[in-house]
């Protein structure tokens, strides 16, 4: 079976803090590409300050498999995305693409802002290579699936993220690239939308075509891929097996809590007095089979064991629940509540309930703060463990109630 995609050596180097210097006439572009040309045939990227996004990342993808690509925020697989794309060009490396290529990268990409929807679908179209008949064939099915009928003559400028998304994968599924790249972008749309979108990369898969799909949500890529690739440090770590990369990735790249069982808190990353400190937790999910897994929608328990060195009243207690990037999804904050924790000398135990934990699917790391008042610090955990989150069992699990990137009510209780 020949390959689809096949990469070899694959390397980006990015310089940190160059400058863009702007071209005045041909004379100046042409000693800029001379220069240009001169340190990539002579200077090495080390000499400069900067990072590797990839490193000789090397892997065979055989036509008609689906491979998911998977790693935490940072490990280059955005990067190894857009040079397969060809948007990006490797500092080193080379890859073969044998086929016509489809790529959902970033919301927008690939659409004129001031086109309507309709002639963007044209557009996008032509790009890929298709004959205005071959379009129009398509043309319906894009519309129905996309759900932008009541849109399609309105500058696409106009449209919402939601609108975007689904009106750039309709695109992308329906004008029959024989190679579909699907970055984490499906992360914006609906999760009805999302179960859709899943549902067509199947059909597509089943006729034979091509797919590089990156997802958090596990669950997607057992679902879907048949190989799996997992980047670390924008190094390869593991190809092959998707279950085995799925659980590689799970097992040294995350720190998935043993959820259902207490164990101690121990982080080099802490601030705070000291004077009061957390030392165990509790985390409880919903059962999922044969093990304990938390899932979108449904209520997360956390147990907490404080220690104090005397009594005193702290005013704020805060769980939250942040991207691996550190962008911060949720936040339980006993001010919210107007109620202070008490704490006694020596050992203190609360439980915090968050009601209903609407997030999508994926890898989230929880933390923990404990606070006299603002600017007052006794602990403060900004990584105490992952969780996974799984897909919602029904659409309505979900709240519609959104206060930020994601609301959910929540009380404590003292044991």
Same mark, same amino acid.
């Given at each position: 079976?020949?390959?689809?995609?096949?990469?070899?050596?694959?390397?980006?180097?990015?310089?940190?803090?160059?400058?863009?210097?702007?071209?005045?006439?041909?004379?100046?572009?042409?000693?800029?590409?001379?220069?240009? =040309?001169?340190?990539? =045939?002579?200077?090495?990227?080390?000499?400069?300050?900067?990072?590797?996004?990839?490193?000789?990342? /090397?892997?065979?993808?055989?036509?008609?498999?689906?491979?998911?690509?998977?790693?935490?925020?940072?490990?280059?697989?955005?990067?190894?995305?857009?040079?397969?794309?060809? #948007? %990006?060009?490797?500092?080193?490396?080379?890859?073969?693409?044998?086929?016509?290529?489809?790529?959902? @990268?970033?919301?927008?990409?690939?659409?004129?802002?001031?086109?309507?929807?309709?002639?963007?679908?044209?557009?996008?179209?032509?790009?890929?290579?298709?004959?205005?008949?071959?379009?129009?064939?398509?043309?319906?099915?894009? %519309?129905?699936?996309?759900?932008?009928?009541?849109?399609?003559?309105?500058? %696409?400028?106009?449209?919402?993220?939601?609108?975007? %998304? $689904? @009106?750039?994968?309709?695109?992308?599924?329906?004008?029959?690239?024989?190679?579909?790249?699907?970055?984490?972008? !499906?992360?914006?749309?609906?999760?009805?939308?999302?179960?859709?979108?899943?549902?067509?990369?199947?059909?597509?898969?089943?006729?034979?075509?091509?797919?590089?799909?990156?997802?958090? +949500?596990?669950?997607?890529?057992?679902? =879907?891929?048949?190989?799996?690739? @997992?980047?670390?440090?924008?190094?390869?770590?593991?190809?092959?097996?998707?279950?085995?990369?799925?659980? $590689?990735?799970?097992?040294?790249?995350?720190?998935?809590?043993?959820?259902?069982?207490?164990?101690? #808190?121990?982080?080099?990353?802490?601030?705070?007095?000291?004077?009061?400190?957390?030392?165990?937790?509790?985390?409880?999910?919903?059962?999922?089979?044969?093990?304990?897994?938390?899932?979108?929608?449904?209520?997360?328990?956390?147990?907490?064991?404080?220690? /104090?060195?005397?009594?005193?009243?702290?005013?704020?207690?805060?769980?939250? !629940? /942040?991207?691996?990037?550190?962008?911060?999804?949720?936040?339980?904050?006993?001010?919210? !509540?107007?109620?202070?924790?008490?704490?006694? /000398?020596?050992?203190?135990?609360?439980?915090?309930? #968050?009601?209903?934990?609407?997030?999508?699917?994926?890898?989230?790391? !929880?933390?923990?703060?404990?606070?006299?008042?603002?600017?007052?610090?006794? +602990?403060? #955990?900004?990584?105490?463990?992952?969780?996974?989150? =799984?897909?919602?069992?029904?659409?309505?699990?979900?709240?519609?109630?959104?206060?930020?990137?994601?609301?959910?009510?929540?009380?404590?209780?003292? $044991?």
């Amino acid at each position: 079976m020949k390959n689809a995609i096949q990469a070899q050596n694959l390397s980006k180097f990015y310089q940190l803090g160059q400058q863009r210097l702007t071209r005045t006439n041909l004379t100046d572009a042409l000693i800029g590409y001379a220069n240009k =040309l001169k340190k990539k =045939l002579f200077a090495k990227p080390e000499d400069h300050h900067g990072f590797w996004a990839l490193k000789d990342v /090397s892997f065979e993808l055989p036509k008609g498999q689906v491979l998911g690509l998977v790693g935490r925020n940072g490990a280059g697989k955005s990067t190894l995305l857009k040079v397969l794309s060809r #948007i %990006v060009e490797p500092t080193y490396g080379r890859a073969e693409i044998r086929g016509r290529l489809g790529s959902l @990268l970033e919301v927008g990409t690939g659409f004129h802002p001031e086109l309507t929807g309709r002639e963007n679908i044209f557009l996008n179209g032509s790009i890929l290579g298709m004959t205005r008949r071959e379009i129009k064939a398509k043309f319906d099915e894009i %519309v129905e699936f996309a759900e932008i009928a009541a849109f399609l003559d309105t500058q %696409v400028k106009r449209y919402s993220s939601g609108m975007f %998304v $689904r @009106l750039a994968f309709a695109i992308a599924a329906h004008l029959q690239p024989e190679i579909l790249i699907v970055d984490e972008i !499906l992360a914006v749309g609906d999760a009805k939308f999302q179960k859709k979108c899943l549902g067509k990369m199947k059909d597509v898969s089943s006729e034979g075509r091509t797919i590089v799909f990156v997802s958090h +949500d596990m669950t997607a890529i057992r679902r =879907l891929c048949t190989s799996g690739l @997992l980047l670390s440090q924008g190094k390869v770590l593991l190809q092959g097996n998707v279950d085995e990369v799925v659980t $590689r990735y799970l097992a040294t790249e995350v720190q998935l809590a043993p959820l259902g069982e207490e164990f101690p #808190i121990q982080s080099v990353h802490r601030k705070g007095s000291g004077e009061a400190r957390f030392e165990r937790i509790a985390i409880s999910g919903s059962p999922q089979g044969n093990r304990t897994a938390l899932r979108s929608g449904n209520p997360l328990r956390v147990d907490l064991t404080i220690r /104090s060195d005397s009594p005193k009243v702290a005013e704020s207690l805060i769980v939250t !629940l /942040s991207e691996p990037s550190g962008n911060l999804l949720l936040k339980a904050d006993t001010v919210a !509540l107007d109620q202070p924790v008490e704490l006694r /000398s020596g050992e203190n135990q609360f439980t915090v309930n #968050i009601h209903n934990v609407a997030l999508k699917p994926g890898i989230y790391t !929880l933390g923990l703060i404990l606070a006299k008042q603002l600017g007052i610090v006794y +602990d403060e #955990i900004e990584s105490v463990c992952d969780l996974e989150v =799984l897909p919602p069992e029904t659409e309505t699990q979900v709240g519609l109630d959104t206060m930020g990137p994601v609301y959910s009510p929540f009380d404590i209780l003292s $044991r």
